[in-house]
C-alpha cells in the first residue's frame, strides 16, 4: 500500500465531491432537512391523541387517569362519540377509555378491576405508544391512591419501569435512528457513485492502468468518503441537539469510534455495491434496493424482537442495527460499556468482511 | 519537417503472437501477431468494433487475453503486472483527466499514481507543456478547456512518467484540423526522440504519418505494410479515376453494371463525384477506357490510403447481380 497514493486519492475524492454543488448539498444539506422533517414528523405523530373516556361522572378513578393523561400533554380529551366503536372506525377518535359497569371506582374498592382499552390499530406503532402511555398514566394513578391511603394496594403487578425516556419521547429514540439512517444513506451513495462516476467517464481505465495495486485504489477510493462520512456526523448530530433537544450524554471519543465503524462498514458496502453496478444509475438503484431492508431490519423502526427467528438471524448481518444500538446508547444513555465495545467489534468484523469481499471482487483488469 | 523518424533494430517494443481475446461467444481479436519496432509510429485502423481498443487495452494491461502472448517493453501479460503498466502510457478513446479539478491537480494525481516525484513532477511539466504547447494557465480547470487544449493536457500526462510506449487510441477524435497537424508534429518529435508511439485513427490524412499501418477487420490483421508498400500491394495494377461530363450520366443509364461486367473490371466504385476503377490486370486499362460511354473520361491515378482503407477494412458493398 503506497502512502502517497492514497493521500493523492484524498485530495482528489475531497476536491472533487467538495467542488460539485450537488454532491456538497447531499453530503450536509440533504442530511439536515430529512432529519428536521423526519424528527417533525415523528414528533407530531405522538402529539395529540384523542381519547374518549366513557365513565360516570361519579367515577372519580376513571376520570382522575383522564385527566391526568391531559396533563401529559400527549392526549387531548374528547367529547365522547355514541359508540366508542365507531368514533374509531371513523378516524374521530384514537382511543377511547370504557369504565366497567358500575364504575372502576368501586370495582377497585373490592379489590380489584380492569377498564377497557380501545385503540386504532391501523398505526402499530401509535396504538403501542398510545397504549404505554396510558398504562404508565395508570399505573401513576394507582400508585398515587396507595401512596395517599385512599385505596389498599391494587391487584396488579407494576411493569417495567420505562428508564432514559420516562415520559416515552419518540423523538428521543427515534432522531439517532434517523441519524444513523442518513448516515449510511448519504456514505453508501457517494462512495458508489464515485466508483462507478469513473466507470462512466472512463478514468476508471486510466486508474487500472496505472502501476498500483487494486488494493490501493479501493482504499484509496474508500478512505475519502469515510472522513466526509465523519465529517457530516456533528452536521446532523447539531439538528438532533438543537432542534430536538436530544441529548449527547456520552462522550466524543465513543460517537467517533462507532461511526468510525459504522462508516468504514457503510463505505465498504458502496464499493462492494460498485464492483456490480456499471454505471451510477445502478448504483444509485442498488443503494435504495439496499437502503429498504437495512432500515426495516435495523429495529429503528420494528422492535428487532417481534420478528421470526430466521428473520432475526439475518439482522446480525445489518450494520445499520448495530449503529442503532450504538447511537441510542451513547446520545441517551451516554455509552454503557456492555453495549459499547460489542456493537463496535461486530461493525469492525462487518466493515472487514465487506472490504474482503469488495476486494476479492475488485478485478485488477475489465474482463 | 521533424528528423526522419525510424524505427530502431533490438527486441522489439510490443511483440503480440497469437492474441485472441472472447467475451462470451464474440471474438473480438482473432489470432492476431504483430511486432513493433521501438521509435516507431505504429498506425491501428480499422472500422469501429475491428478490435483496436480490445487490443490495446490488452497490451496495456487492462483486458486479460484469452489465448496468445504479448510482450510490452519486454514484459508479458499477467494480472496487475506493474512492471508492464510502467512500460506503457495510455490515452484513452474516451477523455481520461477528471474534467472537476485543475490542469495542476489532474498532473498532481497522475504522478502520484505513476510514482513520479514532487521534483520530477515540476520539472518534466514544464518541459511537457512547452513540448505539447501547452501555454494556459495551470489553475484552468479542465472541463473549461477547450478540446484541443484538453487533448495537450491528456497526452501530457500520459507521457509524465516516461514511458516507453505510448498508446493513442484516437487521440484526435473531435480535434480541430489545425490542432491535429500540430498534434502530429508532437507525435513525430516523440518517436525521433526515440519513444514507440502506437496509435489509431480514422483519418487517412493522420495515417499517411504512420511508420507503419495495421489493418484490423472483425479481429483479424488483414494487411501490415508501411503506407506506400499498402498501396502498391492492394492496387497492384492502379487505379483509374472515372469523370462525367455535365450530363453524361443521365444519357447512359446503366453504364456502372455495364461496366462492373466487364472482365477487366474488379470494381468500380463511387468517389464523391467521380468514381476509381481498379483493372485486373494493367494490360486492362486501355480496354476499360475505351468501353467507357460518352462523356466519360478516365485517367490513372495513385492510389490513397482510403482505397486501401475501403478495399480491405470496409464490408465489401453488396453488387447487383454478384
Given amino acids: 500500500m503506497n502512502l502517497r497514493v492514497l493521500i493523492a486519492f484524498a485530495r482528489k475524492e475531497l476536491v472533487q465531491t467538495l467542488r460539485d454543488r450537488r454532491m456538497r448539498s447531499m453530503l450536509f444539506i440533504a442530511p439536515v432537512i430529512q432529519l428536521t422533517l423526519f424528527g417533525y414528523a415523528l414528533h407530531d405523530e405522538v402529539r395529540n391523541i384523542r381519547l374518549a373516556v366513557y365513565a360516570a361522572p361519579s367515577d372519580t378513578l376513571a376520570w382522575d387517569i383522564a385527566r391526568r393523561a391531559e396533563g401529559t400533554g400527549w392526549f387531548r ?70 401512596d395517599h391511603g385512599v385505596a389498599g394496594p391494587p391487584a396488579l403487578t407494576l411493569a417495567t419501569r420505562v428508564l432514559y425516556n420516562p415520559t416515552l419521547e419518540s423523538k428521543y429514540f427515534m432522531v439517532p435512528g434517523v441519524l444513523a439512517m442518513l448516515l449510511l444513506m448519504v456514505t453508501m451513495t457517494l462512495t458508489s457513485s464515485s466508483i462507478t462516476r469513473e466507470k462512466e467517464l472512463g478514468t476508471f481505465e486510466t486508474l487500472l492502468a496505472s502501476p498500483v495495486g487494486t488494493g490501493t485504489i479501493l482504499v484509496g477510493k474508500a478512505l475519502p468518503y469515510v472522513l466526509l462520512g465523519l465529517a457530516d456526523l456533528p452536521i446532523i448530530l447539531g439538528v438532533a441537539y438543537f432542534v430536538f433537544g436530544v441529548p449527547v450524554r456520552g ?10 465503524a459504522f462508516v468504514g ?41 417481534n420478528m421470526p427467528k430466521w428473520l432475526y438471524w439475518i439482522t446480525y448481518f445489518n450494520p445499520l442495527r448495530y449503529f442503532a444500538v450504538l447511537i441510542r446508547n451513547i446520545l441517551l444513555k451516554g455509552g454503557a460499556p456492555t453495549l459499547f465495545w460489542p456493537n463496535v467489534g ?17 478485478k485488477p483488469t475489465l474482463n | 519537417m521533424s528528423p526522419a523518424a525510424g524505427p530502431v533494430s533490438g527486441p522489439p517494443a510490443v511483440d503480440v503472437r497469437g492474441l485472441t481475446v472472447r467475451f462470451g461467444d464474440f471474438t473480438a481479436v482473432d489470432q492476431v501477431t504483430f511486432q513493433v519496432a521501438r521509435g516507431e509510429i505504429f498506425g491501428f485502423l480499422g472500422a469501429n468494433g475491428a478490435g483496436k481498443t480490445t487490443t490495446i487495452r490488452v497490451l ?35 477523455f481520461t483527466l477528471y474534467n472537476d479539478m485543475t490542469v495542476a491537480e489532474n498532473m498532481a494525481f497522475k504522478a502520484a499514481l505513476r510514482g513520479v516525484g514532487d521534483a520530477e513532477l515540476k520539472e518534466r511539466k514544464e518541459r511537457l507543456f512547452r513540448l505539447v504547447g501547452f501555454t494556459h494557465s495551470e489553475n484552468a480547470m479542465v472541463g473549461s478547456l477547450p478540446g484541443g487544449l484538453k487533448q495537450q493536457v491528456s497526452l501530457a500526462a500520459a507521457l509524465l512518467h516516461e514511458p516507453e510506449i505510448i498508446f493513442l487510441d484516437e487521440p484526435t477524435a473531435g480535434v480541430a484540423p489545425e490542432a491535429r497537424a500540430r498534434f502530429w508534429a508532437i507525435i513525430r518529435d516523440l518517436a525521433a526522440a526515440g519513444q514507440t508511439v502506437f496509435v489509431t485513427t480514422h483519418y487517412m490524412d493522420e495515417a499517411e504519418q504512420c511508420g507503419r499501418i495495421a489493418l484490423m477487420r472483425d479481429g483479424k490483421l488483414v ?86 482503407f475501403l478495399k480491405v477494412v470496409e464490408p465489401p458493398p453488396v453488387k447487383a447481380g454478384a
Fill in chain 1, 265 to 305: 462498514c457503510t463505505v465498504a458496502l458502496g464499493i462492494l455495491l460498485s464492483t456490480a453496478a456499471q454505471n451510477q444509475q445502478q448504483a444509485m438503484l442498488g443503494s435504495f434496493l439496499a437502503l429498504y431492508p437495512f432500515q426495516m431490519l435495523s429495529g429503528i423502526i420494528y422492535p428487532l424482537d
Fill in chain 2, 223 to 308: 494487411a501490415l505494410d508501411s503506407p506506400e508498400g499498402l498501396k502498391r500491394s492492394t492496387f497492384p495494377n492502379g487505379l483509374l479515376e472515372v469523370e462525367g461530363a455535365e450530363g453524361a450520366e443521365g444519357a447512359e443509364p446503366g453504364w456502372e453494371a455495364r461496366l462492373r461486367a466487364l472482365p477487366g473490371c474488379v470494381s468500380l466504385k463511387p468517389h464523391g463525384r467521380r468514381w476509381h476503377l481498379e483493372p485486373a490486370t494493367k494490360g486492362d486499362a486501355p480496354g476499360l477506357k475505351a468501353a467507357l460511354p460518352a462523356g466519360f473520361t478516365a485517367r490513372d491515378l495513385t492510389p490513397s490510403l482510403e482505397d486501401v
Fill in chain 2, 60 to 94: 496495456c494491461g487492462l483486458l486479460r487475453p484469452t489465448a496468445g502472448e504479448i510482450r510490452v517493453g519486454g514484459e508479458s501479460f499477467h494480472d496487475d503486472n506493474h512492471a508492464l503498466k510502467s512500460k506503457s502510457g495510455y490515452m484513452s478513446q474516451k
Fill in chain 1, 251 to 260: 462522550t466524543f471519543w465513543e460517537l467517533y469510534v462507532a461511526t468510525l
Fill in chain 1, 346 to 362: 461486530a461493525l469492525a468484523l462487518l466493515a472487514a468482511v465487506s472490504l474482503t469481499v469488495a476486494w476479492r471482487r475488485f
Fill in chain 1, 77 to 146: 380529551l374528547v367529547r365522547p362519540p355514541r359508540s366508542p366503536y365507531e368514533g374509531l372506525a371513523s378516524g374521530e377518535l384514537d382511543a377511547a377509555l370504557i369504565a366497567p359497569p358500575g364504575g372502576i371506582t368501586q370495582a377497585v374498592g373490592r379489590g380489584g378491576g380492569e377498564m377497557q382499552l380501545l385503540l386504532d390499530g391501523s398505526n402499530t406503532t401509535r396504538a403501542q405508544g398510545v397504549a404505554q402511555y396510558l398504562d404508565a398514566v395508570r399505573r401513576d394513578v394507582i400508585q398515587e391512591r396507595v
